[in-house]
């Protein structure tokens, strides 16, 4: 979202015939439906270019990818307690037959955490002086 609010230019968005250029800090403000957080991954993506995304919009996606399989029922998931008191402990028990499914898990996240510095100091050398309009 940091990119997409801060990016000092129009971002396509939308497929087909509903394809179109939008401000996206505009768009967010406006409440436009096409500017909504669980968009924002793929149109970074899609305008990495435009965005200033130079490096990283692979390990993006990859990412994204990733992380979408846990918002569904994984095998992560499966090492959930569910107590009598109705509360649930995520990945609350330890299973020695997962270890390779930990190390991986693990090892994107190490890998994924090397890309932020990068992305971080790119949006850190942008001019939002003149973004700064009325607040969101």
């Known amino acids: 979202m940091c990119m997409l609010l801060t990016a000092d230019t129009k971002v396509k968005v939308g497929r087909g015939n509903q394809e ?59 090492s959930s307690l569910a107590i009598k008191n109705g509360r649930s402990i995520v990945g609350g028990g330890y299973n020695p037959e997962k270890d390779s499914i930990y190390y991986n898990h693990l090892q994107f996240a190490k890998r994924f955490s090397f890309q932020l510095p990068e992305l971080i100091s790119s949006i850190a050398k942008r001019d939002l002086t003149k973004l700064v309009k009325s607040p969101i």
């Open 20 to 78: 179109r250029f939008i401000n996206f800090y505009d768009a967010y403000c406006s409440k436009d439906k096409s500017a909504s957080p669980h968009n924002a991954i793929d149109i970074v993506v899609n305008n990495s270019d435009t965005v200033g995304l130079i490096q990283g919009s692979i390990w993006l996606k990859k990412a994204k990818d990733f992380y979408n399989g846990y918002s569904h029922a994984s095998s992560l998931a499966f």
